[in-house]
Each structure stands twice: as structure tokens, then as C-alpha cells.
């Protein structure tokens, strides 16, 4: 007698209420960074949060962020790194121009080859290997590789 396999794995958390699913997220995210906090590393507070909502996601939670919510904190984000910069460093950057130029096009040119060879290889989709693959500006990425239909969770 042929006996049905059992479920996938990844829709195991998709069966748990939203409400424990945020519950669960909350409390793997405290763990993660307080342990990432306990060992020094830096960005512990981010990394935390990350491995976790990875954990979930891959485990099939169907919790999301409210676009607009998501929308600020990614602003946030951006306003922080953008208030860390003091103006001392433009000098330097008038100085040594060349090199950062030559840095960026190589980071840029190695990157779009590398979203190229993944999507065309079908590692992952088109859109998400493309956007998935572009260097810096996190927050611009992901948002739109969402515009773009890329899933932004990859």
C-alpha cells in the first residue's frame, strides 16, 4: 500500500496562527541578537531579527510587514546611515577619486555579471538574482525588487 509522504516542512509555521507566527518571530529575534550581543559581534541587533525572520520564512510563516510600516523603516535605515557620514571624509573621497571610482565600476560590473550567470543558470529567479545580486544600497534594492515583482525575502 502506497502511504502519502509527509507534509513539506516549509508549510509547517504556515499552519500556526499569524499571532503565535509573530509571537515565535519575536521571540527567535531576542534570542539571535541577544546571543550575537553576548558573543560582541557587531550588528547583532540586525543580524538577529534577520536569522530569525529567516528561520520563519523558510519554515513557511505568513506573516508580513505592512508595506507602509515597511516603507518607514527602511527610511529609517537610510536616515541612519546617511547621518553617519561627517563631512571630513569629502576631501578624502576628492583625493583618492580614482580609486573609488575604479572600486565602484569593478563592485558594479563583477555584481550585474554575477545576477546574469544566476538567473541565466536558474539558481534563482530573473528579477530576484538581478536585484538580489547589486552591491550596496540595501534599502533602494529592496524595495525595488518588490516594484520589480522579485521576491523580496531572497
Do not use: H
Not at 12 to 20: D, F, I, L
Not at 42 to 57: E, F, Q, T, V, Y
Not at 107 to 112: G, L
Amino acid at each position: 500500500m502506497d502511504s502519502l509522504p509527509d507534509q513539506p516542512t516549509v508549510e509547517r509555521m504556515a499552519r500556526v496562527p499569524k499571532v503565535w507566527q509573530w509571537l515565535a518571530l519575536l521571540i527567535f529575534s531576542i534570542l539571535f541578537a541577544g546571543a550575537l550581543e553576548f558573543g560582541a559581534l557587531p550588528a547583532a541587533l540586525l543580524i538577529g531579527p534577520m536569522l530569525a525572520a529567516i528561520l520563519a520564512g523558510t519554515n513557511g510563516a505568513t506573516v508580513r510587514v505592512p508595506r507602509p510600516l515597511f516603507g518607514a523603516a527602511q527610511a529609517i535605515v537610510g536616515c541612519l546611515v546617511a547621518s553617519s557620514i561627517s563631512p571630513d571624509i569629502f576631501p578624502v573621497f576628492y583625493k583618492e577619486w580614482p580609486l573609488f571610482l575604479g572600486t565602484v565600476v569593478a563592485t558594479v560590473a563583477a555584481s550585474s555579471l554575477l545576477g546574469w550567470l544566476i538567473s541565466r543558470w536558474r539558481i534563482l529567479p530573473g528579477t530576484t538574482a538581478v536585484w538580489g545580486s547589486s552591491p550596496g544600497a540595501a534599502t533602494a534594492m529592496v524595495l525595488m525588487a518588490g516594484a520589480f515583482g522579485a521576491d523580496q525575502r531572497l
